[in-house]
């Protein structure tokens, strides 16, 4: 069996601590082992479009989230990513607001500084 080159171990572990769980905690979840959610983080096993979907689900993010080193956005005509926080959707909205007005405001000072 060939060996996949996607590796999404990282932000899968990202996400589960954003989310605020322990391995532990996700394995109960989904009626997995904890060695099996340490095996998703570290690449040493592929979990199914299924399992996938359950933990994003849990984690409150998208497959794009999971993907995001591997897909390639061009959104508009200066092919400029948008980049995704894990974590934001999990935020309140006090906070999300918080983090929508950080970003407006790096980003007024970064047009300011390359006038």
Avoid: W
Wanted: proline share 1%; hydrophobic share 35%; aromatic share 6%.
């Amino acid at each position: 069996m060939k060996k996949s080159n996607i590796e999404i171990g990282k932000n899968l572990k990202s996400a589960r601590i954003a989310a605020g769980y322990t391995q532990e905690e996700v394995a109960e979840k989904i009626d997995r082992s904890d060695r099996h959610i340490g095996q998703l983080e570290t690449n040493r096993t592929l979990g199914s479009v299924d399992l996938l979907l359950e933990l994003c689900n849990i984690y409150n993010i998208t497959l794009n989230d999971i993907f995001s080193d591997y897909l390639k956005f061009d959104f508009d005509k200066d092919n400029k990513n948008i980049p995704t926080i894990i974590g934001y959707h999990q935020l309140n909205e006090e906070y999300r607001s918080i983090v929508d007005n950080l970003i407006q405001h790096l980003n007024i000072l970064q047009r300011n500084k390359n006038k």
